[in-house]
């Protein structure tokens, strides 16, 4: 059994969201409901969304409890607009989105997302698809090395990606976890496994995570009525990125001498406003929760201009 998943941020969340009795939000990535159960405490209705159908069937005793608040929606977050639209719930006051994996799937060995315990080398978050070992075994040299530079930031992506191919096939997590250590020279007093970068960025590319973030936060402009608020807690500097330059463009404000400002941002209005500085968790919360260490929270407030049709974030992923 794994341990229970601790939100991150979550009264920095709450604070943002402002939540009135009544209104609409949606919790983009549902995990162990820990956002959501908060949300409801604030007497919102709240659409939850998750691809893990695990999460989704662990979530049912919330919704039994919830009075009719909560709806689960098992599906991805770039969906957002369609599966709301479809349930008549259009538009919201708030969208939150806490990217990443929850502690239930990073503890359950079978599921293949860690590195530190052994299980068959899977990563799918939505239970289907391309596994991770599909990817490993079948994917050509360079396009592994191309993922492994791109979402993992691995400075030794070629001679990792040329080991893994000598290596295959590769089953299992410990397997990949050990190609890429004696890859890399591993010795075990360091302080960060080399395997880090490797599984993050198989992760990432398997689950199209960069993708959906960028379609998750397009769909969030789209459903958002003006003055609702959006919350997004990232754990990675890619993916803050992509976050930070999504509410600088939508807010009018990427630095000058940005290549997509002139053309971009004359032709539409600003439609996030009150965009805050990236927020980090406090030594206490770190102490209770090791996890919110790499956190970052970002908010913004939704305008009444009209979303934009550009899609410039999606910019350098793959
Ligand atoms: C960090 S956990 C969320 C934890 C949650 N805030 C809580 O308090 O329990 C992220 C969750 O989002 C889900 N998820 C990740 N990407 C998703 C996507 N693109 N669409 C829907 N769910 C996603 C994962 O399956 C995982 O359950």
Same mark, same amino acid.
């Given at each position: 059994? $794994?341990?229970?998943?601790?939100?991150?941020?979550?009264?920095?969340?709450?604070?943002?969201?402002?939540?009135?009795?009544?209104?609409?939000?949606?919790?983009?990535?549902?995990?162990?409901?820990?956002?959501?159960?908060?949300?409801? !405490?604030?007497?919102?209705?709240?659409?939850?969304?998750?691809?893990?159908?695990?999460? =989704?069937?662990?979530?049912?005793?919330?919704?039994?409890?919830?009075?009719?608040?909560?709806?689960?929606?098992?599906?991805?977050?770039?969906?957002?607009?369609?599966?709301?639209?479809?349930?008549?719930?259009?538009?919201?006051?708030?969208?939150?989105?806490?990217?990443?994996?929850?502690?239930?799937?990073?503890?359950?060995?079978?599921?293949?997302?860690?590195?530190?315990?052994?299980?068959?080398?899977?990563?799918?978050? $939505?239970?289907?698809?391309?596994?991770?070992?599909?990817?490993?075994? &079948?994917?050509?040299?360079?396009?592994?090395?191309?993922?492994?530079? !791109?979402?993992?930031?691995?400075?030794?992506?070629?001679?990792?990606?040329?080991?893994? #191919?000598?290596?295959?096939?590769?089953?299992?997590?410990?397997?990949?976890?050990?190609?890429?250590?004696?890859?890399?020279?591993?010795?075990?007093? &360091?302080?960060?496994?080399?395997?880090?970068?490797?599984?993050?960025?198989?992760?990432?590319?398997?689950?199209?995570?960069?993708? &959906?973030?960028?379609?998750?936060? !397009?769909?969030?402009?789209?459903?958002?009525?003006?003055?609702?608020?959006?919350? #997004?807690?990232?754990?990675?500097?890619?993916?803050?990125?992509?976050?930070?330059?999504?509410?600088?463009?939508?807010?009018?404000?990427?630095?000058?001498?940005?290549?997509?400002?002139?053309? #971009?941002?004359?032709?539409?209005?600003?439609?996030?406003?009150?965009?805050?500085?990236?927020?980090?968790?406090? &030594?206490?919360? =770190?102490?209770?929760?090791?996890?919110?260490?790499? !956190?970052?929270?970002?908010?913004?407030?939704?305008?009444?201009?009209?979303?934009?049709?550009?899609? $410039?974030?999606?910019?350098?992923?793959?």
């Amino acid at each position: 059994m $794994s341990a229970p998943h601790v939100p991150v941020l979550l009264d920095a969340v709450i604070d943002a969201l402002a939540i009135a009795p009544g209104e609409t939000h949606v919790d983009a990535t549902f995990g162990a409901g820990g956002y959501t159960q908060a949300m409801l !405490a604030q007497r919102a209705r709240v659409f939850a969304f998750d691809r893990d159908p695990g999460a =989704i069937a662990a979530g049912a005793a919330m919704v039994a409890a919830s009075d009719g608040a909560l709806t689960l929606v098992p599906a991805t977050f770039s969906a957002l607009d369609a599966e709301l639209a479809a349930r008549d719930a259009v538009p919201v006051q708030g969208v939150t989105m806490d990217i990443g994996v929850s502690s239930m799937q990073l503890d359950q060995a079978e599921r293949g997302f860690s590195f530190q315990s052994d299980g068959p080398l899977d990563m799918r978050m $939505s239970q289907e698809g391309m596994s991770a070992a599909d990817f490993v075994n &079948e994917a050509d040299e360079s396009q592994i090395a191309d993922v492994l530079k !791109a979402y993992g930031e691995e400075p030794r992506a070629r001679r990792v990606a040329r080991a893994i #191919v000598a290596a295959r096939p590769i089953m299992r997590t410990s397997e990949l976890a050990h190609v890429v250590r004696r890859a890399l020279g591993y010795k075990p007093h &360091e302080k960060k496994d080399p395997a880090t970068r490797t599984f993050q960025a198989i992760r990432i590319h398997i689950n199209r995570e960069l993708g &959906e973030l960028a379609d998750g936060l !397009a769909a969030a402009e789209r459903v958002l009525a003006p003055g609702g608020r959006l919350a #997004v807690v990232t754990f990675h500097s890619l993916e803050d990125r992509m976050v930070k330059r999504f509410l600088r463009e939508r807010s009018g404000s990427l630095p000058a001498g940005s290549r997509h400002l002139p053309e #971009v941002a004359a032709k539409h209005a600003p439609s996030f406003e009150s965009v805050g500085r990236g927020l980090r968790a406090g &030594e206490d919360e =770190i102490a209770r929760n090791p996890r919110a260490r790499s !956190a970052t929270l970002r908010t913004a407030t939704r305008t009444e201009a009209a979303a934009w049709p550009e899609h $410039s974030v999606t910019e350098g992923a793959m």
